[in-house]
C-alpha cells in the first residue's frame, strides 16, 4: 500500500476555504484515493474518492495532479462542525479483498 | 434503518476475564471489520471478514478472535484481556463488490482493561 503523509494539523476561520493536502509519491496504477472524516466519539465517515483530476460532491471536492503523486481535499466555506480529523487513504479498490489504511490524519480545527 | 450497531458501548473489565463485542449490520454488506483506535492515533486493522464463513488477520490480531457465522454479525472477542487492549473498537461494513470503498462504521466500544 502506499505511504501517505499529511499536516498533523490546521486550524481555519468559519467562512474560509479549506485545503488539506496528502502525498503519496508510490502510489500504484490501480490505487484510487478516498478521504474519510471523522468527528470525536464517532466512527470515520466517507467522504469522497477520486482516482486522477478532479471529483466533485455535495461535501467537498477532491483535486489529483496528472501525476497523482499528491491529492488535495478541498472543504468550500467551513463551519464549527467541519472540526474533525480527515484521512487520506489510498489503495486499490476492496472488491479484491484489499483493506483500508488509515494513518495519523490532519486535524482540523475551525475557529469561530 | 439502523445501518451498524455495536455492544456494548462502553466497558470496564479485569485483566485476564473474557470478553465479547458484538457487531450487526442490515445492509447486507458482505465485508466486515473490526478496527481499534488508540488515544491521538489513526485507526488499525484487527480482523476481517470478506463473505460469511471467512475471516482473515488485520495488522494487530494477536489476543483477538472473530466470527463470521452469517452475513449481518461479525463478534471480536477477547479471550483473556490485558491492559494494552483498552482502546475503542470501532466495527465496519462495506459493500466491497463496487468501485467505491466506503466502509460504514459503527459508533464504537470504549473498553478500559484494568
Known amino acids: 500500500l502506499a505511504k501517505t503523509t499529511q499536516p498533523i494539523s490546521m486550524d481555519s476561520y468559519e467562512g474560509q476555504e479549506v485545503n488539506i493536502t496528502c502525498s503519496h509519491n508510490n502510489i500504484a496504477t490501480n490505487d484510487y484515493i478516498t478521504w474519510y472524516q471523522q468527528f470525536p466519539s464517532q466512527g470515520p465517515r466517507f467522504i469522497i474518492q477520486?482516482?486522477?483530476t478532479k471529483v466533485t460532491n455535495e461535501v467537498a471536492s477532491l483535486f489529483i495532479p496528472a501525476d497523482r503523486k499528491s491529492s488535495t481535499l478541498s472543504l468550500p466555506r467551513v463551519s464549527l462542525s467541519d472540526t474533525a480529523v480527515y484521512y487520506c487513504?489510498?489503495?486499490?479498490?476492496?472488491?479484491?479483498?484489499?483493506?483500508?489504511?488509515f494513518g495519523g490524519g490532519t486535524r482540523l480545527m475551525v475557529k469561530p | 434503518i439502523a445501518g451498524i450497531t455495536q455492544a456494548p458501548t462502553s466497558q470496564i473489565l479485569a485483566a485476564g476475564r473474557r470478553m465479547t463485542l458484538r457487531c450487526t449490520q442490515d445492509?447486507?454488506?458482505?465485508?466486515m471489520y473490526w478496527y481499534r483506535q488508540d488515544l491521538g492515533l489513526g485507526l488499525r486493522l484487527i480482523h476481517y471478514?470478506?463473505?460469511?464463513?471467512?475471516?482473515g488477520k488485520g495488522e494487530v490480531p494477536d489476543g483477538y478472535s472473530v466470527s463470521r457465522a452469517n452475513t449481518d454479525d461479525f463478534p471480536l472477542t477477547l479471550a483473556s484481556a490485558v491492559p494494552s487492549q483498552t482502546s475503542v473498537y470501532f466495527c465496519?461494513?462495506?459493500?466491497?463488490?463496487?468501485?467505491?470503498?466506503?466502509?460504514?462504521f459503527g459508533p464504537g466500544t470504549r473498553l478500559t482493561v484494568l
Open positions: 445492509m447486507r454488506h458482505n465485508a
Open positions: 465496519a461494513s462495506s459493500d466491497s463488490t463496487g468501485s467505491i470503498n466506503e466502509q460504514f
Open positions: 487513504l489510498v489503495g486499490p479498490l476492496l472488491w479484491a479483498g484489499n483493506m483500508l489504511t
Open positions: 477520486g482516482y486522477k
Open positions: 471478514s470478506n463473505t460469511a464463513g471467512t475471516t
